[in-house]
């Protein structure tokens, strides 16, 4: 997914620590303005990353 308003390592950490504590998240995987995560569908929804990572300060711009 790519995410807008990322700008530095304190950035990534936020959005890493985001997404890892969303229920069915194995992995995440996050650089500035990116996020690579690897979920159990049947736990986790697109939505609930998009939410974890609003609730951060953050923005997903693309889920793909
Ligand atoms: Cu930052």
Same mark, same amino acid.
């Given at each position: 997914?790519?995410?807008?308003?990322?700008?530095? $390592?304190?950035?990534?950490?936020?959005?890493?620590?985001?997404?890892?504590?969303? #229920? $069915?998240?194995? @992995?995440? @995987?996050?650089?500035?303005? #990116?996020?690579?995560?690897?979920? @159990?569908?049947?736990?986790?929804?697109?939505?609930?990353?998009?939410?974890?990572?609003? @609730?951060?300060?953050?923005?997903?711009?693309?889920? #793909?």
């Amino acid at each position: 997914m790519q995410i807008s308003g990322m700008s530095c $390592g304190h950035c990534v950490g936020a959005v890493s620590r985001a997404l890892k504590a969303v #229920a $069915g998240v194995n @992995d995440a @995987d996050v650089k500035i303005g #990116a996020a690579t995560v690897r979920f @159990d569908p049947i736990t986790a929804t697109v939505a609930q990353l998009r939410h974890a990572v609003a @609730d951060a300060g953050y923005q997903v711009t693309e889920a #793909a």
